[in-house]
């Protein structure tokens, strides 16, 4: 008997699908290391808060990788740890780190999307009602990464603008984790 034929003796995940939850590991493996890389950029430059901000959203991201790893193994496919190399350390300013946040979180709601669609078109109901979580996460996520994007506008950045812009991140965060119970989700 073929290795295709067993696998699909053993389990109802394809895998076409597998390859798409791998990929979807390796890019919250990468947010994970991405922001923890803005954390200590902004520790170093002095905005604490901005920070805690990304030190939590890193911590997250990785709890959503590992969601993800379970998920693979437990639906009989074989969740494969990420190589996670050209994470950038350098950052123009405390905007540039929040508008790639927002980049990039908008990047990974249209993977999550791709995923979802893919899982519906396969009828694979499992993994679409798996996902669901995410499709809401990321809605989250994106909200919250506008509001913090939004104070550079808001507030401005001249003067104490910039120490201001820091405390009301710290406003934020606070806010968001009082709003999932402190899940840290
Ligand atoms: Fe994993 O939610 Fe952001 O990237």
């Excluded at 074989?78 to 190399?85: C, K, L, R, S």
């Excluded at 603008?161 to 965060?173: C, H, M, P, R, S």
Aim: hydrophobic share 40%; net charge negative.
């Amino acid at each position: 008997m073929k290795e295709r034929e067993i696998v699909t003796l053993q389990r109802s995940l394809l895998t076409d699908t597998e390859q798409l939850l791998n990929k979807q590991i390796e890019m919250e493996g990468k947010s994970s290391a991405y922001y923890l890389s803005m954390a200590s950029w902004c520790h170093k430059m002095g905005y604490e808060n901005a920070a805690n901000y990304l030190y939590t959203h890193a911590d997250e991201e990785r709890m959503h990788m590992m969601k993800l790893f379970h998920y693979v193994n437990e639906a009989g496919g074989h969740a494969i740890q990420p190589e996670i190399t050209g994470i950038r350390h350098n950052f123009n300013s405390l905007r540039e780190v929040f508008e790639l946040i927002l980049e990039h979180e908008i990047q990974v709601t249209k993977s999550i999307n791709h995923i979802v669609d893919h899982a519906f078109t396969v009828k694979d109901f499992a993994t679409f009602s798996f996902m669901q979580w995410y499709v809401t996460e990321q809605r989250e996520e994106e909200t919250m990464s506008r509001r913090a994007l939004e104070l550079f506008d808001i507030i401005g950045e001249e003067g104490i603008g910039l120490w201001t812009i820091d405390q009301e991140l710290g406003k934020l965060n606070a806010a968001a984790h009082a709003d999932s119970g402190g899940q840290g989700e």
